[in-house]
């Protein structure tokens, strides 16, 4: 093992066993409480909020540690093998911050419908899309540009193939528009859910890239190591578990450029990109053959993505949703005040919040808790936008007061109109936009 990865891996295991780095349960991947903002924290942004006069839910980031979680990346990565990922970092305005302040010059666009505004919003960038489409797919996106954009585009975006049928598809495509098209395959290193399923299979894949270099030119690989950080710790740390992990993946990724080396000479190239990574494993590539790195959620930190390597990174993401009322003993409906006691605890109130239903943890107050029948299930539409939550009774909330929590995924930033700012503890005027679509 590299000795920088072996001294980080030592500093996130001896951190863990203090409890200074891992912000939650590792076999759940929930963060967030041991690494919450300091106390005051969230009762300021709740003054600022009704300062503000917003009594609406509202999702936050917080700049300062978003910068913070930068840092931490880069010092593991460096700039230039750093790739942006779009799917967790759904805003031009996100986009541009993160771009400018780590100097990456690379992004992964996993939706096409975004790949238009980020060609647009980032004319030196390269693009590497980061799943194989299927081909009308990709084709749409040629015929939403304007025609004399299509070489511009083509020169800019690596394209997937995960099969030789992919790829016939992505020739006889790139032939009928006229354009030429920079073609990763995708690989699978471990994963089991896409790419080339086994080394075996490759050269059939890079036979047909030699064969039509008219239509489509070989820019590497991209070989998803998403299994590594949930890898089953049996009779090992969670720790040990994704090490191994990691050296098996690297090891299949190894075999693969070795069948391009040796069989396909005429493909390598210096600037071949080997992608992997995510922000669940970043710290791993210290060593090994990838030399490029994508990396999304990371710098903001949800409450899903598992401490064995994120503990080291700050929670960034919040949502923020007003109080609208509270009942002194929580209570079930059809059910008795006693007997809702029994099952939810006794001397529990019910707080009433605005909205509900998102994938997210408590964080202030950290010890409420869904109520059954009337909070709404996780992803579903907040209908009819109030949901009631279970609080000890040494919890004070009412109405004018706030319920902050640190979402699972990133992807809650779909679920707003608007992401709110933070510098310095306080609210700001500005705000960013999130895509206006999911897909």
Known sequence: MNMNRRAFLKSVAAGAALGTVGCGDSSTGSAGKDQAPVAGYFEQIAADLNAMGIGTPRLFIDLDRLDANAAKILAQVRAERYRIVEKSLTSLELLTYVQERTGAQKFMVLHLPFLPPILGAF???????????????????????????????????????????????????????????????EIDVGLRRSGVPEPGLLPNVLAGLVENPDAVQFTGFLGYDGHVA?????????????????????????????????????????????????????????????????????????????????????????????????????RLPFLSTEFSQRLLGYNKKGIAIYGGGWAAEFISPPTLSNMPLVSDPENQNLVPNQSVVVAPQDVTLGPGDWVFMHPRQS????????????????????RWGAFPRRY
């Open 230 to 330: 949930h890898a089953p710790a049996i009779l090992v740390s969670p720790l040990d578990a994704a090490n191994d992990a990691w050296n098996k993946s690297m090891a299949l990724f190894e075999s693969y450029i070795d069948i391009l080396r040796h069989q396909f000479p005429g493909l390598m190239h210096d600037d071949l990109v080997f992608n992997s990574g995510g922000s669940a494993s970043f710290p791993m590539y210290q060593s090994g053959p990838v030399n490029d790195v994508a990396i999304g959620g990371g710098v903001v930190r949800p409450a899903a993505y598992p401490d064995t390597f994120c503990g080291v990174l700050d929670p960034a993401i919040f949502i923020a949703t007003p109080v609208l009322g509270y009942y002194e003993q929580a």
């Open 123 to 185: 004319p030196s960038a390269d693009i590497l899309v980061g799943k194989a489409h299927p081909t009308p797919g990709v084709e749409t996106f040629f015929n939403t540009i304007d025609r004399a954009d299509w070489p511009s585009a083509a020169s800019r975006v690596q394209f997937i193939a995960d099969s030789r049928d992919r790829l016939d598809e992505l020739i006889a495509m790139a032939r009928r528009l006229g354009v030429t098209l920079r073609i990763s395959v």
């Open 411 to 430: 992807d809650a930033l779909f679920q707003f109109e608007e992401i709110r700012l933070v510098r310095g503890g306080r609210l700001l005027e500005e």
